[in-house]
């Protein structure tokens, strides 16, 4: 019973260094998203597709890119990382884009 | 476009005391509205959500919320807390058409013995 899985867990990087998070979801849900959440300001969508072959921004989308792999799979790439994408990142999946989110357990990410 | 407000930032209470979260939102149009937890180092996870019909939602570990159309709010209530509900509580906003599901800035609860 998955859910709504994501990897790696923590991960250290450089400035300017690259890398992708992913996401996996076994629902069948069509929405996928990708939020940033940052001690005092909630959660921040970066980008959300809304079904398979679809992306589009959220409220904060710069230094960022994702790919939706197919119905499973969101992936969130960072190309050129800052200590400003240090932060927690969570992925979720809904069966349509307005209902209830499942989260993953979320990606800590520290940008040096 | 939908915006949401929760008043309180940080809600200590003593256990087996009632606790009251506090949510507004603005939108020009009809809402979801959702409540969801985050316990430590964990994603989150829906209590309840509001689509439509009765304005008292029940949810999850005796939980509930009031929708309330002209104060615009949805506040969460629990009429008796328990050490397990220490959480970080979320807000949240949605619109018929639209795509994104907006949060709030979340209150974290503490209980205490």
Known sequence: NAGVTQTPKFQV???????????AQDMN????????????????????????????????PNGYNVSRLNKREFSLRLESAAPSQTSVYFCASSRTSLETQYFGPGTRLLVL | AQSVTQLDSQVPVFEEAPV??????????????F??????????????????????????????????????????RKPSVHISDTAEY??????????????????????KA
């Open chain 1, 29 to 60: 849900h069509n929405s996928m998203y990708w939020y940033r959440q940052d001690p005092g300001m909630g959660l921040r969508l970066i980008y959300y597709s809304a079904s398979e072959g679809t992306t589009d921004k959220g409220e904060v």
């Open chain 2, 35 to 76: 409540w969801y937890v985050q316990y430590p180092n964990q994603g989150l996870q829906l209590l309840l959500k509001y689509l439509s019909g009765s304005t008292l939602v029940k949810g999850i570990n005796g939980f509930e919320a009031e929708f309330n159309k002209s104060q615009t709010s949805f506040h969460l």
């Open chain 2, 90 to 111: 979320f807000c949240a906003v949605s619109a018929p058409g639209g795509f994104k599901t907006i949060f709030g800035a979340g209150t974290r609860l503490f209980v």
């Open chain 2, 20 to 33: 009251e979260l506090r949510c507004n939102y603005s939108s020009s149009v009809s809402v979801y509205l």
């Open chain 1, 13 to 23: 990087l450089k400035t300017g260094q690259s890398m992708t998070l992913q996401c």
